[in-house]
């Protein structure tokens, strides 16, 4: 990708179960955000954690940052099957690059 | 509030044909702008983004080209579409004047070039 990669690539658990969602990127930042897509929809965005911060609570939401690694994770807890869909890491700036996608699977 | 409009949803164009996608944004003023192609199943490939009229800058070489006539009208085109032109384009932007904040994107137009 152009900035950075998710892992992993795909993602089956059970509902109820946590998801965690990997995401390491290439250069410095200012920020780190995560967005999610349904299946054939534009994005929306989920949380944005500030090159400063280490740790981010939104909801079910979890995100922590790295900067020394340039990683990322996401962590959904107590998953729902509305929570299935792609979720993409993106380094905010003037060129918002996104990285791979990881593709969620909640089985009810 | 702000919104942000693309269209068409779906679009099936012959090879060597040209394109037009539109999108434009409402309720705020000198936004970046961004268009993205994501091929199926893959993640978002930064194309074109622009900090105001007039200003484009390409990411990747490629058959496409856009133009921002208008502060919040931004265009990507082409003169004669490829196969490898497929794809699920969006159009995104951002407050420029505000320091971290996110990205708004459209609903995507699905390109089928046949």
Not at chain 1, 47 to 70: A, F, M, P, Q, W
Request: with cysteine; glycine share 8%; net charge positive.
């Amino acid at each position: 990708s152009q900035q950075g990669e998710e892992d992993p690539q795909a993602l089956s658990i059970q509902e109820g179960e946590n998801a965690t969602m990997n995401c390491s990127y290439k250069t410095s930042i200012n920020n780190l955000q995560w967005y999610r897509q349904n299946s054939g929809r534009g994005l929306v965005h989920l949380i944005l954690i500030r090159s400063n911060e280490r740790e981010k609570h939104s909801g079910r939401l979890r995100v922590t940052l790295d900067t020394s690694k340039k990683s990322s994770s996401l962590l959904i807890t107590a998953s729902r099957a509305a929570d299935t869909a792609s979720y993409f890491c993106a380094r905010g700036g003037n060129q918002f690059y996104f990285g791979t996608g990881t593709s969620l699977t909640v089985i009810p | 509030s702000q919104t942000i409009h693309q269209w068409p949803a779906t679009l099936v164009q012959p090879v060597g044909s040209p394109l037009s996608l539109e999108c434009t944004v409402e309720g705020t003023s000198n936004p970046n702008l961004y268009w993205y192609r994501q091929a199926a199943g893959r993640g978002l490939q930064l194309l074109f983004y622009s900090v105001g009229i007039g200003q484009i800058s390409s990411e990747v070489p490629q058959n496409l080209s856009a133009s921002r006539p208008q502060d919040r009208q931004f265009i990507l085109s082409s003169k004669k579409l490829l196969l490898s032109d497929s794809g699920f384009y969006l159009c995104a932007w951002v407050d420029r004047q505000v320091m971290n904040t996110e990205a708004f994107f459209g609903q995507g137009t699905r390109l089928t070039v046949v």
